[in-house]
């Protein structure tokens, strides 16, 4: 969402997902304001993403998913992507595409069918690459990139549909400890930026760095709500998971500086 | 490189038409038959052509739409799915008392081959939802091709009943570029042109699949109707080459393959220049099956089996070695 589009909020209500004939996600209630950033916690296997792709309007699901004054489900393919895009955790593409031409597949619903690119098409791709710091790569062919530097470029083909509402799921799972750092303060910035911001995040700790609210799911059902702080903490934590939560841990990390270890 | 790809293949197209007007049997020293086969060597020219540019885009579109480097018309049955149906097309013309003035076979022909290919895909698609493996598909089409073959082979023993529907389903079925006349070239090309336009025009949608069906659907792309338009489609170009050069296999393999270092990945860019490499390539496999000596010609299906089959191997042996599309 580059300047002058309005933000659309998030309100999922009583989400249920069966995948396979099995409940996956029972009456799953969100809310996301622009600005903000959502987490999704939980086990593996508890529903995160499930939800996540719910809300993308990639699986049929009961209950009600607007994103501002829409309802997901009703929205003809291409209108949803001009309100919601999805960043998966890993792509399936295995064919040769160069980045740039990567990034400009998140251009589809804008673009037309017939000729070349249009101006704001090839601005938007532009804007996208450089904001999630993949304007290094651009000539790349993506399968020959690193999971980090991929995540990346499925983040500049998010953002280059100018969807106001950003969906990752795991974005920080494979990058090492200074991807990791980067791909959050992006994240933060997106959402300081107005982007409305859902992410599956599987370290806690991370979760607390960067998000602003968070929703605990276990089996299936959100067993805890509110501000990440909150959220993250010894019950809830012991809870789930089985764990005892040390506040203040002896080892942290931070970027040394802003255009620090080539990660910027 | 891929600056020059246009200019060599409008170079190797000059050079292909000029051998294949200059090479075959039929002396053009003699001034009274000159003309004749100067018309014959046009129409096999033509028709070659036009075969070879519309299996190569099939291939594209079909490798796009199974997300499956190592399919092609011929692969996935689709052209033997189009020959049966142009078969069943001339048999039903037959005994439907094929008296009709308007109709003629060479209209018929072309629409049996298109409901066959469309029949061949659609059962593809439908599998497609059971499970996206990658040599299950292939398998499918294998056992698609073999299905397809025999109840072609049960179609010629009926149509042996009558001689002159046996001789014109056999001819249809053996299929050769050198059999096309003009009437078969005047109702294919309209089907090429209107394959090969609708192709370029879902190119942007079938890039999107290359992501995946999930990656596709969150970028927008309407996945199902994407599927059957392009199914569709595939099925208007291999009807025409059917309908005129009858089973040829590997072309959709061998060309989208040669092309993708130079012309890159995207449909859009691909599929002009496939029509156009697919077209030399089917036009050189014609003259090399004119000028292999031998005591009757050799099949063109031979010749492109002998470059194609090899390079399938290859390819499945590169696939399994990378784990790609798993």
Redesign the interface.
């Known amino acids: 969402m580059r300047d002058g589009n309005g933000g659309a909020a998030v309100r999922a209500d009583d989400v249920t997902v069966a995948l396979d004939g099995r409940t996956v996600l029972h009456k799953a209630s969100l809310h996301a304001d622009p600005g903000e950033v959502v987490a999704l916690l939980g086990p593996n296997g508890a529903g995160k993403s499930t939800f996540l792709k719910a809300i993308a309007g990639l699986l049929p699901y009961g209950g009600s998913v607007f994103v501002g004054e829409n309802e997901v489900s009703s929205l003809a393919p291409r209108q949803r992507a001009k309100r919601v895009a999805y960043v998966p955790q890993r792509s399936l593409l295995r064919s040769t595409l160069s980045v740039e031409e990567v990034v400009a597949l998140g251009r589809y619903v804008h673009a037309g069918s017939f000729g070349g690119m249009s101006n704001e098409c090839a601005e938007a791709i532009e804007h996208a690459l450089v904001t999630a710091h993949a304007d290094g790569l651009r000539e790349r062919i993506f399968t020959q990139l690193s999971v980090g530097e991929q995540q990346r470029v499925l983040l500049a083909r998010a953002l280059a549909s100018d969807a106001p509402v950003l969906l990752l799921d795991e974005p920080t799972a494979a990058l090492d400890v200074g991807e990791g750092l980067a791909a959050l303060r992006l994240i933060r910035k997106l959402a300081d930026g107005g982007h409305t911001v859902i992410v599956v995040v599987h370290d806690l700790a991370d979760a607390r760095s960067t998000t602003d609210r968070a929703l605990l799911i276990q089996e299936g059902r959100v067993v805890e709500r509110g501000p990440t702080s909150e959220v993250v903490s010894a019950d809830p934590v012991r809870r789930v998971y089985g764990v005892e939560l040390i506040e203040n841990a002896r080892i942290g990390f931070e970027s040394s500086d802003e255009g620090g270890q080539g990660h910027r | 490189m891929s600056r020059l790809l246009y200019p060599v293949l409008f170079a190797l197209l000059l050079a292909a038409s000029a051998l294949a007007v200059l090479v075959g049997v039929g002396d053009l020293g003699d001034a009274n038959l000159r003309q004749t086969f100067l018309a014959l060597r046009g129409y096999r020219l033509a028709s070659a052509f036009l075969a070879g540019a519309a299996l190569a885009v099939g291939g594209v579109v079909v490798q796009g739409l199974f997300?499956n480097p190592l399919a092609s018309p011929s692969v996935l049955g689709t052209t033997a799915g189009a020959s049966l149906g142009g078969q069943l097309a001339l048999f039903g013309f037959a005994l439907t008392g094929g008296v009709s003035s308007v109709i003629v076979p060479e209209m018929i022909v072309p629409l049996g081959c298109f409901a066959g290919a469309l029949v061949s895909l659609a059962v593809l698609l439908v599998f497609l939802r059971v499970t996206q493996d990658l040599l299950a598909l292939l398998l499918t089409g294998f056992v698609l091709s073999a299905l397809f073959l025999s109840l072609s082979a049960f179609v010629i023993s009926m149509a042996q009943e009558t001689w002159e529907l046996g001789r014109a389903v056999v001819a249809f079925s053996l299929g050769s570029v050198s059999g096309a006349g003009p009437r078969q070239l005047l109702f294919a090309l309209p089907l090429l042109f209107t394959g090969l336009l609708a192709c370029w025009?879902?190119?942007?949608?079938l890039?999107?699949l290359?992501?995946?069906e999930?990656?596709a659907?969150?970028?927008?792309?309407?996945v199902p109707t994407i599927r059957w338009w392009a199914a569709t489609w595939v099925s208007v170009l291999v009807a025409s080459a059917v309908s005129v050069g009858g089973n040829v296999g590997f072309v959709g393999l061998v060309v989208p393959h040669m092309l993708?270092p130079f012309a890159?990945?995207?449909h859009q860019r691909l599929i002009p220049a496939a029509a156009l490499a697919g077209g030399v390539f089917l036009v050189a496999c014609d003259i090399i099956a004119r000028v292999i000596p031998s005591k009757s010609e050799i099949p063109l299906g031979v010749v492109t089996g002998l470059i194609g089959a090899p390079l399938f191997l290859m390819l499945l042996i590169r696939l399994r070695k990378e784990h790609?599309?798993a």
């Open positions: 997300r025009f879902w190119g942007r949608s890039d999107l290359l992501s995946g999930e990656e659907q969150a970028m927008g792309a309407d993708r890159g990945t995207k790609a599309y």
